[in-house]
């Protein structure tokens, strides 16, 4: 399993905004998150990197495991080396960033080799 939300909720202090969501991706699949604005695609998605601030997010149930390691455990120093280096992201503005002529992985794979300098 590659990555795996096992009744992950999120709440903004009190106020609880993901109730136990239950995702599993294999290596190789595609997975699409799609629902009304406001359902919590965005918070759920973000959660992988844990990029909402913590300051305002907490995590109080559930597990999101990445290769059978839990992100939501993981501290500071381990989010950043599996930020850009394990995993990525495209965010919601993808035509701000991607050009639509060329394909997806084209792109990704020269972002990673100007990245390492390779």
Known sequence: MLLE????HAAFGEKEVIHGVNLCLNAGETLALVGESGSGKTVTSQAILRLQSEQWIRYPKGQLLF?????LKMNN?????LRGKEIGMIFQEPMTSLNPLQRV???LAESLFLHQGI
Do not use: S, V
């Open 5 to 8: 939300y096992k009744n992950f």
């Open 67 to 71: 290769e059978g390691r839990d992100i």
């Open 77 to 81: 120093a381990e989010l950043r080396c």
């Open 105 to 107: 992985e084209t792109q």
